[in-house]
């Protein structure tokens, strides 16, 4: 399986201010998801993000609010922007496995004051 | 949108006592996986399922692939405290493409 960090690992953020969320991968990967936990939920996916070319977003997700970057084959970063307190949430990088199973990072924990 | 029906919601057991949960679709999945998430923890993958009615184990753990493609299983048996947890379904339509989950369940062990 893959080893994913992630950075933050948490943070406290004031109302309208942007945090960007770093996912390093330990091996190439062609796509990586992004996907978001909030309190007591299950997970819902944000954005599909492919090295070379712009994210997918998923029906209700909007790149000015989540903006992806994806620069290489084994990094990628998720801007929540101009947060309010419905964003805090916890914020997951997953990849795909070499059978298609997705791994996890340990999440980023996002809370918005 | 497809969604994912997981049941039960929770669930409170005895030390060694088997647990048994599962999840339905209206749609076909081509993959089914389970996974648990601790408390500050990211999902770790437990079990992956790719043939309609395959049974596979994991130590004390055995989930199915539903014959129809739309269900899943997934059994714990002799529970242990450690046990305790989130249990998530998910499906997925081709490999490697992202996934669909279910909304989890609750597992508390009392020993």
């Known amino acids: 399986s893959a080893v994913i960090s992630q950075k933050p690992s948490r943070d406290i953020c004031q109302r309208g201010t942007s945090l960007t969320i770093q996912c390093q991968v330990d091996s190439q990967v062609t796509m990586m998801f992004w996907y978001r936990q909030q309190p007591g939920q299950s997970l819902t996916l944000i954005a599909t993000?492919?090295?070379?070319?712009?994210?997918?977003?998923e029906s209700g997700f909007v790149i000015d609010k989540f903006p992806i970057s994806r620069p290489n084959l084994t990094f990628s970063t998720l801007t929540v922007s101009n947060m309010s307190p419905e964003d805090s949430s916890i914020y997951l990088c997953?990849?795909?496995?070499?059978?298609?199973?997705?791994?996890f990072g340990e999440g980023s924990r996002l809370t918005v004051l | 949108g497809q969604q994912l029906n997981q049941s039960p919601q929770s669930m409170f057991i005895q030390e060694g006592e088997d647990v048994s949960m599962n999840c339905t679709s209206s749609?076909?999945?081509?993959?089914w996986l389970w996974y648990k998430q601790d408390p500050g923890e990211g999902p770790v993958l437990l079990i992956a399922?790719?043939?309609?009615?395959e049974l596979t184990s994991n130590g004390r753990l055995t989930a199915q692939f539903g014959i129809t493609r739309k269900d899943s299983f997934l059994n714990i048996s002799a529970s242990i405290p450690s046990d305790v947890g989130i249990y998530f379904c998910a499906g997925q339509l081709q490999a490697g493409t992202a996934l669909i989950f279910g909304k989890g369940t609750t597992l508390s062990v009392s020993s």
């Open positions: 993000a492919n090295q070379g070319s712009e994210a997918t977003y």
């Open positions: 997953s990849v795909a496995g070499a059978t298609g199973e997705l791994f």
């Open positions: 399922l790719y043939k309609a009615g």
């Open positions: 749609s076909i999945f081509n993959t």
